[in-house]
C-alpha cells in the first residue's frame, strides 16, 4: 500500500525561527561587525516570519532592500544575506567533515568548492593527504552536493517548496552577480 501524501507544508524545525534571525542579523550587519544589530527594521522582520509557509511566494529581495534605504542604507541586503547562507552552508559542511574525521580533507577541497581546481594543485593536494587523485575528485564531487543540500535546508527556512527555494536561490544569484559587476 503507498502511503498518502499529505498537501500540507512539512513541520518546521524548532529552531528554524533562531536560525533565521541569526542568518537575517548577520546578512544585516553585513561588512559591518562591528555594529550590533539590536532590533531588525520591519522589512527584515518580515522576513523572519518564513515567507512561503503559507504556500506564498518567496521574499522579494530587491523589494526588502529597497525599503531598507533610509534605514541604514541596506541596499546590499541581498547580497549579504546570500553570503551569509552560503557561509552558514559552509560552516555546516565543515561541521560534518570534522565529526566525521574529515577536516583534514575538507581543507584541502575547501578553496575548489565553487571551481575547478588546477589538476597539478589537485595533484599535490591528493599527494600530500596521501590519497589518489581520483579519490579526491570524488570527495569533491561529495563536498558540493553537501553543500548544495545544505544551501537548500538553509533556504528552505524561508521557503519550504522546491520552487520557492528555487525562485530565491536565483534572487541571491544575481544579487551576488550584480554586485561582482560593481
Do not use: Y
Request: overall charge positive; glycine content about 6%; charged content about 30%.
Amino acid at each position: 500500500m503507498r502511503e498518502r501524501r499529505s498537501c500540507n507544508p512539512p513541520a518546521e524545525a524548532p529552531d528554524a525561527p533562531a536560525r533565521r534571525r541569526r542568518l537575517l542579523e548577520t546578512a544585516f550587519a553585513g561588512n559591518r561587525p562591528e555594529v550590533p544589530v539590536t532590533a531588525l527594521p520591519a522589512p527584515a522582520e518580515a522576513l523572519l516570519e518564513g515567507w512561503g509557509r503559507s504556500g506564498g511566494p518567496p521574499p522579494d529581495l530587491a523589494a526588502i532592500a529597497a525599503s531598507l534605504r533610509g534605514n541604514g542604507d541596506r541596499a546590499d541586503l541581498p547580497a549579504t544575506f546570500a553570503r551569509a547562507v552560503l557561509a552558514a552552508a559552509l560552516a555546516d559542511v565543515g561541521l560534518e567533515a570534522t565529526r566525521a574525521g574529515h577536516d583534514a580533507v575538507f581543507a584541502a577541497l575547501r578553496p575548489w568548492i565553487d571551481h575547478d581546481p588546477d589538476p597539478a594543485e589537485l595533484g599535490a593536494s591528493a599527494k600530500q593527504l596521501g590519497l589518489s587523485a581520483s579519490r579526491l575528485v570524488a570527495a569533491l564531487r561529495r563536498l558540493r552536493r553537501r553543500f548544495r543540500q545544505r544551501i537548500d535546508a538553509t533556504l528552505g527556512l524561508w521557503a519550504p517548496t522546491p520552487e520557492q527555494r528555487r525562485v530565491l536561490r536565483r534572487q541571491l544569484h544575481e544579487a551576488l552577480a550584480r554586485e561582482d559587476m560593481r
